[in-house]
C-alpha cells in the first residue's frame, strides 16, 4: 500500500474503534456509517493523508487492506448468530436505489413475479411521494414496499446515541478529524438516520418472509443494514457489483454473503484481501445483457437525428460534468486537426448538450441515446475510466481511456498497456493512429480481446446465471 492508502484505512479503523460503544440494538453505528461521506468536503484532511508524518497521529497502523476485511469479518460473525435458513417460500427482495441499473427485460425473463418484491427507502418529507407510497407500490411491474413506511418513533433513542456522540467529541477535542464541526454535524445527522433504518428494516422482515435479498452496494448504511439484519435472521444477501472495481474505497469491507462480480479481475483482488473465493461468484451485471442484444436503433437513424456526417466515421467522448475539461480540450483539439471525424459527446449523469459541444462548433451531443443505442453506431470510444470502457469492449468497439490515476486506484484496466494515458495529447495521437494505421487497430484488437477474456469471461446472458445463484442459495 502506498501512504494515502495506508493513512485512508489506519484513520478509518481508528473511527471504528473510537466509536463502536455507540451501538444501537445490536448493532455498532460506526461500523454501519459510510465513512467517505462523513470526510468527503475535508480537503485538508485528504491532502494530508500523502504525509507520511500523519500516521503519528494515528492509533491504528494498517499494512495490508486485508486487516480492515478481517475486522468486519469478525464483526459479521457476532451477527450471523443462525445457521442460513432457506426459505423456499419466501420472497426474493431486490434493494432498489440509483445504483442498481437492472433493464427492466432482466425482471421479465428471470424473476418471478409472484416471487419478487421490490424494498426502497421512500420519503418521509415529501407529501407527494407519499401519496404515490400508498396508491402506486409497483415498480418493474413488481410490488413495492417503502421501508419509510416502516418508520416508528425513535427520538428519544437517537438523543441519547447524539449524546453519547457529544461526549466522544468532547474527549477527542484535539483530535485531527473528531474537532471538525462538520464531520460532527454529519455524524450526528448519521446517527439519527441510521437508528430510523434499522428500525425501518428489523420491522420489514418482521413482515416479509423473505428468502434471499439482492443489494447493489453495502457502502450505503441502509443496505448495509438490510444485509445485516439479514444476516441475523439467517437470511443469505447478493451483493451485485455495481461498477469496474477502480478506487478500492467502494468495495471494502465486503458484507454480504455473495458477492457477484463482474470477472477474474474482482475474483484475484478479493482473494488478496482476504476474502474467501466461495463468497465470490462471477455473474456478470444484467444490465450488460444489453451488449449482447442486436441494437434497435439504426445507424441512418442515429447520424441523421444527432446531424452526423454519414461519410465520416464517429468516436464518442465520454465525459464527467467539468472535470478535467482542459483535458478534453487539448485531446479533442488533437485529434481534430489530424483526422475529420465525426465526435459525439456523452455526459454523465446528465443529458443536455456539454459546453464543450459550444466551444468547438463540429462536436454533436449525444443528446437523450442511451449508451446501448449509441456504442453500435460509432466506430471508437474515448473515456475517462469507468464502466463505460467495459461496455464499450463488450461491444466489440475499441476504447482508449484518458486516465487520471488516484493513489486509491486498483489498476483495473492496466491490462490494456497503451490504450490508457493521462497526457490527453499523447492519447489522441493514438487515437489518430488507430485510424490511419491498419497496423495499429489490428494491434488495439488484439489487446481489448484480451483484456475482455479476464474481465468478463462469460459471455451469456448475466441475468440467468443471478438466477442460478439465488436458486443455488435458497434451494
Known amino acids: 500500500m502506498n501512504t494515502y492508502v495506508k493513512n485512508y484505512w489506519s484513520l478509518y479503523l481508528d473511527f471504528l474503534y473510537d466509536f463502536q460503544k455507540l ?43 486485508m486487516e480492515i476485511q478481517e475486522v468486519f469479518n469478525n464483526y459479521l460473525q457476532s451477527h450471523n448468530k443462525k445457521q442460513l435458513v432457506k426459505y423456499k417460500q419466501g420472497k426474493i427482495v431486490v434493494n432498489y436505489d440509483t445504483i442498481l441499473r437492472f433493464p427492466i427485460k432482466t425482471f421479465d425473463d428471470y424473476f ?21 407510497v400508498d396508491t402506486n407500490k409497483t415498480l418493474f411491474n413488481l410490488p413495492v414496499k417503502y421501508l419509510s413506511n416502516y418508520k416508528i418513533d425513535t ?90 472495481l477502480a478506487n478500492e474505497f467502494g468495495f471494502i469491507p465486503k458484507i454480504a454473503t455473495i458477492d457477484a462480480v463482474y470477472g477474474n479481475f474482482e475474483v484475484g483482488w478479493y482473494k488478496r484481501i482476504g476474502v474467501s473465493k466461495n463468497s465470490i461468484a462471477i455473474t456478470g451485471h444484467p444490465r450488460f445483457d444489453q451488449a449482447f442484444q442486436p441494437s434497435t436503433v439504426k445507424r441512418s437513424k442515429f447520424y441523421k437525428q444527432l446531424g452526423l456526417d454519414k461519410t465520416k466515421k464517429t468516436i464518442m467522448i465520454a465525459v464527467r460534468g467539468k472535470r478535467d475539461i482542459n483535458k478534453w480540450r487539448i485531446l479533442i483539439d488533437t485529434i481534430s486537426k489530424r483526422v475529420d471525424l465525426n465526435i459525439v459527446i456523452k455526459d454523465y449523469p446528465i443529458k443536455t448538450p456539454h459546453e464543450l459541444t459550444k466551444e468547438f462548433p463540429f462536436i454533436h451531443s449525444s443528446q437523450d441515446y442511451d449508451l446501448y443505442d449509441i456504442l453500435p ?14 461496455e464499450t469492449m463488450l461491444v466489440n468497439k475499441p476504447i ?18 497503451d490504450l490508457v494515458q493521462k497526457d490527453p495529447k499523447k492519447l489522441g495521437e493514438l487515437v489518430i493512429k488507430y485510424f490511419t494505421d491498419l497496423n495499429y487497430e489490428n494491434n488495439v484488437n488484439v489487446k481489448i480481446e ?25 434451494s
Open 155 to 244: 427520538k428519544k433513542a437517537i438523543r441519547q446515541l447524539q449524546s453519547q456522540a457529544i461526549s466522544i467529541f468532547k474527549s477527542y477535542k484535539n483530535h485531527h478529524l473528531y474537532k471538525d464541526e462538520n464531520f460532527q454535524a454529519l455524524f450526528l445527522k448519521k446517527i439519527a438516520e441510521i437508528v430510523d433504518s434499522i428500525e425501518q428494516s428489523i420491522h420489514f422482515y418482521d413482515e416479509v418472509l423473505v428468502s434471499c435479498l439482492l443489494v447493489a452496494s453495502t457502502h450505503s448504511y441502509r443496505s448495509r443494514i438490510l444485509s445485516l439484519v439479514a444476516a441475523e435472521r439467517g437470511i443469505p444477501t447478493i451483493c451485485i457489483q455495481h461498477g469496474i
Open 23 to 65: 451501538n444501537y440494538k445490536g448493532f455498532s453505528l460506526s461500523f454501519i456509517c459510510h465513512f467517505p461521506s462523513l470526510i468527503r468536503k475535508n480537503t485538508e484532511l485528504w491532502k494530508e493523508l500523502y504525509d507520511e508524518k500523519f500516521t503519528e497521529r494515528l492509533k491504528n497502523q494498517v499494512k495490508d487492506q
Open 450 to 474: 484480451n483484456f475482455i477474456r479476464d474481465a468478463y469471461p462469460n459471455f451469456s446472458m448475466s441475468g440467468e446465471r443471478l438466477k442460478k445463484l439465488i436458486n443455488g442459495l435458497i
Open 377 to 390: 453506431n460509432v466506430d471508437a470510444v474515448i473515456s475517462y475510466p469507468s464502466t463505460v470502457c467495459l
Open 400 to 417: 482508449f481511456v484518458l486516465n487520471k490515476k488516484l493513489p486509491s486506484y486498483t489498476g483495473y484496466y492496466n491490462g490494456l498497456e
Open 112 to 132: 418471478d413475479r409472484s416471487k419478487t418484491l421490490i424494498v426502497m427507502a421512500g420519503s418521509k418529507n415529501n407529501k407527494r411521494r407519499s401519496s404515490t
